[in-house]
């Protein structure tokens, strides 16, 4: 077997800075960390003897695991299931940043990829359970939503600049301080609360809906990989356990995802709004930094720099702007104007991508996107699980991150191959970016009218003449 030789630091060359390659000097990850996108990915020695493993175990482990763990949540309270999650992602993240093999470098990401599914869900049910209405509600979830969007960013642009400075492996230790003093804090702030009701559990529901999304999140990074032929085999897989777990679903009295918490139409608007939004926003993150270093030239410390009115307007939106505007327009119109705010943002990015000039297309397009992604995140998790039960809270918030972890990798999977296919009919290499932001910009117009269908009226049938 051979033996794996980890990079050390700035010192040791990463895949991604040889010169024969024509990808951008660092390479990122627009998954999910702990509950957040955005960690830099901890390069590998060849990309082709599964250095992606790690990465899409993680990925896959990550968005199949939410769903059951939603029942985890139910039987243990989300104290004890946001200290377990956040033990295990500080202990895998430790194994990682100190891994010597490579199968304990993918051991840990799929240990974090399960820890991650822990706290997700439990971080969001416990605050929808404290703020159940009012104007603490709404405060409550404009700083979830700035700490989750600005936090993604932050997480994503520092950990580039961090792997190129010191080393990937202090882009898992650092995580691994960051998941203890959320350990610390929830075992000293957080009160002990169970819920009222107990909830069997369904091994089978549980086995084929973990399955099936596991396939299916798997195929996406298959894909990208070239080797069309096995995704397209786990997509079959996939979409066969998924059809069984519905059927499964129907013939039980306590299902994993009760069908009265999908029938409500404002909290699937906000659900489709979510997955689609986070289908742009992975990949607005990806994208833009590839710009800045292949068209605008920019080093990781000047990209990191540059970058940085992302989170600022993220922040500002969620918390001044969002508040405001639920106050005068309510909930609703303030996603739409935030999915409307983020498609403009693209708009503008794909319009003057060949200007190649950051103060003129980059900085006011990043602004838009995040100001707009600001009012959608903050007003979405509300609307997604508002009017919950106690006994449908954790399936609730597991739908948010399900929705955005499937939503981020299809739309990264997707944009990529706009990428590649405008990579092949054009020299041009402004051509592609031009085309992913153009399709990105796109994605938001959908979210924003699929929304705005799913919250119309629904048309009563007009009374027939005879009837009585």
Same mark, same amino acid.
């Given at each position: 077997?051979?033996?794996?030789?980890?990079?050390?630091?700035?010192?040791?060359?990463?895949?991604?800075?040889?010169?024969?390659?024509?990808?951008?000097?660092?390479?990122?990850?627009?998954?999910?960390?702990s509950?957040?996108?955005?960690?830099?990915?901890?390069?590998?020695h060849?990309?082709?003897?599964?250095?992606g493993?790690?990465?899409?175990?993680?990925?896959?482990?990550?968005?199949?695991?939410?769903?059951?763990?939603?029942?985890?949540?139910?039987?243990?309270?989300?104290?004890?299931?946001?200290?377990?999650?956040?033990?295990?992602?500080?202990a895998?993240?430790?194994?990682?940043?100190?891994?010597?093999?490579?199968?304990?470098l993918?051991?840990?990401?799929?240990?974090?990829?399960?820890?991650?599914?822990?706290?997700?869900?439990?971080?969001?049910?416990?605050?929808?359970?404290?703020?159940?209405?009012?104007?603490?509600?709404?405060?409550?979830?404009?700083?979830?939503?700035?700490?989750?969007?600005?936090?993604?960013?932050?997480g994503?642009?520092?950990?580039?600049?961090?792997?190129?400075?010191?080393?990937?492996?202090?882009?898992?230790?650092?995580?691994?301080?960051?998941?203890?003093?959320?350990?610390?804090?929830?075992?000293?702030?957080?009160?002990?609360?169970?819920s009222?009701?107990?909830?069997?559990?369904?091994?089978?529901?549980?086995?084929?809906?973990?399955?099936?999304l596991?396939?299916?999140?798997?195929?996406?990074?298959?894909?990208?990989?070239?080797?069309?032929?096995?995704?397209?085999?786990?997509?079959?897989?996939?979409?066969?356990?998924?059809?069984?777990?519905?059927?499964?679903?129907?013939?039980?009295?306590?299902? !994993? /995802?009760? #069908?009265?918490?999908l029938?409500?139409? &404002? +909290?699937?608007?906000?659900?489709?709004?979510?997955?689609? @939004? *986070? $289908?742009?926003?992975?990949?607005?993150?990806?994208?833009?930094?590839?710009?800045?270093?292949?068209?605008?030239?920019?080093?990781?410390?000047?990209?990191?720099?540059?970058?940085?009115?992302?989170?600022?307007?993220?922040?500002?939106?969620?918390?001044?702007?969002?508040?405001?505007?639920?106050?005068?327009?309510?909930?609703?119109?303030?996603?739409?104007?935030?999915?409307?705010?983020?498609?403009a943002?693209?708009a503008?990015?794909?319009?003057?991508?060949?200007?190649?000039?950051?103060?003129?297309?980059?900085?006011?397009?990043?602004?838009?996107?995040?100001?707009?992604?600001? !009012? /959608?995140? #903050?007003?979405?998790?509300?609307?997604? &699980? +508002?009017?919950?039960?106690?006994?449908?809270?954790?399936? @609730? *918030? $597991?739908?948010?991150?399900?929705?955005?972890?499937?939503?981020?990798?299809i739309?990264?999977?997707?944009?990529?191959?706009?990428?590649?296919?405008?990579?092949?009919?054009?020299?041009?290499?402004?051509?592609?970016?031009?085309?992913v932001?153009?399709?990105?910009?796109?994605?938001?117009?959908?979210?924003?009218?699929?929304?705005?269908?799913?919250?119309m009226?629904?048309?009563?049938?007009p009374?027939?003449?005879?009837?009585?």
């Open positions: 077997m051979a033996q794996w030789q980890p990079t050390n630091g700035a010192g040791g060359a990463s895949p991604c800075s040889d010169a024969n390659h024509s990808q951008p000097r660092w390479r990122v990850d627009g998954r999910h960390c509950g957040a996108p955005g960690c830099a990915e901890p390069p590998t060849r990309e082709d003897a599964g250095g493993g790690g990465r899409r175990a993680r990925r896959a482990v990550d968005s199949s695991l939410l769903l059951v763990s939603s029942r985890f949540g139910d039987r243990l309270g989300p104290r004890a299931t946001l200290a377990a999650g956040a033990a295990g992602f500080a895998s993240s430790v194994l990682g940043g100190f891994s010597a093999e490579f199968s304990l993918v051991l840990a990401r799929v240990m974090q990829g399960a820890s991650a599914a822990l706290i997700a869900p439990a971080a969001l049910a416990a605050l929808s359970l404290t703020f159940p209405s009012g104007r603490g509600r709404t405060r409550a979830f404009a700083i979830y939503a700035a700490v989750g969007v600005a936090g993604a960013a932050v994503l642009f520092a950990g580039g600049a961090l792997t190129q400075m010191l080393s990937w492996r202090w882009t898992l230790l650092v995580l691994a301080v960051l998941a203890g003093v959320v350990l610390a804090m929830t075992l000293i702030a957080f009160p002990t609360r169970r009222s009701e107990h909830r069997s559990t369904r091994p089978l529901s549980g086995i084929l809906i973990t399955a099936g596991f396939s299916l999140v798997l195929a996406l990074s298959v894909f990208e990989s070239g080797d069309l032929r096995t995704a397209v085999l786990l997509i079959l897989g996939g979409a066969g356990a998924v059809l069984g777990f519905i059927f499964a679903e129907r013939r039980t009295s306590d299902p !994993l /995802v009760p #069908a009265r918490v029938k409500d139409r &404002t +909290r699937l608007g906000a659900l489709v709004a979510l997955g689609l @939004g *986070a $289908a742009g926003l992975f990949s607005v993150f990806l994208f833009v930094v590839y710009y800045s270093d292949v068209v605008l030239g920019f080093d990781v410390a000047t990209t990191s720099i540059a970058l940085i009115p992302f989170p600022v307007a993220a922040v500002a939106s969620s918390l001044l702007l969002a508040p405001l505007l639920q106050r005068s327009i309510g909930e609703r119109a303030g996603l739409l104007i935030g999915l409307g705010l983020a498609g943002g693209m503008w990015a794909a319009l003057t991508a060949p200007a190649a000039s950051y103060a003129f297309s980059t900085l006011p397009s990043i602004v838009m996107v995040a100001a707009g992604m600001g !009012l /959608v995140f #903050a007003s979405a998790q509300d609307l997604a &699980t +508002r009017g919950l039960s106690a006994a449908d809270e954790s399936v @609730g *918030a $597991a739908l948010v991150h399900a929705f955005q972890q499937i939503g981020g990798a739309g990264v999977t997707a944009l990529n191959a706009v990428s590649v296919v405008v990579a092949r009919v054009s020299s041009d290499p402004v051509a592609g970016y031009t085309a932001f153009a399709a990105t910009g796109a994605i938001y117009v959908i979210a924003l009218v699929g929304t705005l269908l799913i919250w009226p629904a048309r009563r049938s009374r027939p003449l005879l009837a009585r």
